[in-house]
């Protein structure tokens, strides 16, 4: 599990040093934008397709959905009462609420269940993500992004509107042909693959760029202490309490668990520069919830198997 973590410290730190030394003279600002578009439409829809094609859908869904909703929607509320009594900035708000609420459970939780319990535990994550994480996301997440932030698209707020996003769009179709038995196509394995390993390296390497030293301030643990406390705190506490209530088995329950202990999520960061949300507080909080998950997976690897 360190070791993992680590690899995805290593990452980010190379995003990092590409933002000291800026490389061929292109700035951190020029390329970010750049590798994060292109993940929002192309990479990461990849990876949802097909990830969701080939996963058994059944009954254990329901319990993964049922857990890491509850936690998602607990934490959303603990934060949005903490930003109505500090009045926070639009801006801070958004994008505490995004980092407090969305658990990192692909891009970080997916290897380490993996290396951690066993090929089993990668339907576990995949699961929380496709059933209940990645649909708050791009309803929930994006509407909390629109509402803290700025949207100069034109376009109407309706709630079908918060639906219209690529990601959303590849999980929908894979669910369609995967509960309608549709045999993937084995030349289209590779290439959808081949595009979903690219999404944890460029997402990892954006977020180092959008480090900026100068967030990196005392000023900044008022709104970073909070976002810590429930996400590396309290919404794997509440978990922990809330699956008891669940049907899970043991080793089950230890997965999905573990998995709304994970850091903030990656790509938050999208909605943050899409959405003219405060992104460099936001890759702060990520970064310090991840190198923080150092200590707090294995306490709590600890506390589920004991």
């Not at 061929?24 to 397709?49: D, K, N, S």
């Not at 708000?93 to 692909?106: C, E, I, K």
């Not at 301030?217 to 922990?240: C, D, E, G, Q, Y």
Request: proline fraction near 5%; include cysteine; charged fraction near 10%.
């Amino acid at each position: 599990m360190t070791e993992t973590l680590l690899q995805m410290t290593a990452l980010i730190a190379c995003g990092v040093v590409w933002r000291f030394l800026r490389p061929g003279g292109l700035c951190a600002e020029q390329i970010r934008p750049v590798l994060t578009t292109v993940v929002y439409y192309l990479f990461l829809p990849a990876m949802v397709l097909d990830v969701l094609w080939r996963s058994d859908i059944g009954s254990q869904s329901v319990q993964y959905a049922i857990l890491a909703t509850a936690a998602i929607i607990m934490a959303m509320l603990s934060m949005g009462l903490i930003g109505f009594v500090f009045k926070f900035a639009n801006n801070k708000q958004g994008a505490m609420l995004l980092a407090a609420s969305f658990p990192n459970v692909t891009y970080l939780g997916l290897p380490v269940l993996e290396q951690t319990f066993g090929s089993w535990a990668r339907s576990v994550a995949i699961q929380i993500d496709l059933f209940a994480t990645a649909p708050l996301v791009f309803t929930l997440g994006i509407m909390v992004a629109r509402h803290f932030g700025e949207d100069h698209s034109g376009q109407n707020k309706s709630v079908i509107s918060f639906l219209n996003a690529p990601p959303f769009w590849a999980a929908a179709l894979a669910v369609a042909l995967n509960l309608n038995h549709v045999a993937i196509p084995s030349a289209l394995v590779g290439i959808l693959q081949k595009l979903s390993a690219g999404v944890v390296p460029l997402m990892l390497f954006s977020l180092g760029l959008a480090l900026s030293w100068s967030t990196l301030h005392l000023r900044n643990i008022p709104f970073v202490l909070p976002v810590v406390i429930i996400k590396m705190a309290l919404m794997p506490l509440f978990s922990l309490w809330f699956a008891g209530w669940l049907w899970f088995d043991a080793p089950h329950k230890a997965a999905a668990v573990l998995e709304m202990a994970m850091p903030s999520m990656v790509l938050g960061i999208v909605f943050c520069d899409r959405y003219h949300l405060d992104s460099a507080l936001y890759a702060m909080i990520v970064t310090i919830t991840t190198l923080l998950s150092l200590f707090t997976l294995p306490f709590w690897y600890s506390v589920l198997m004991s």
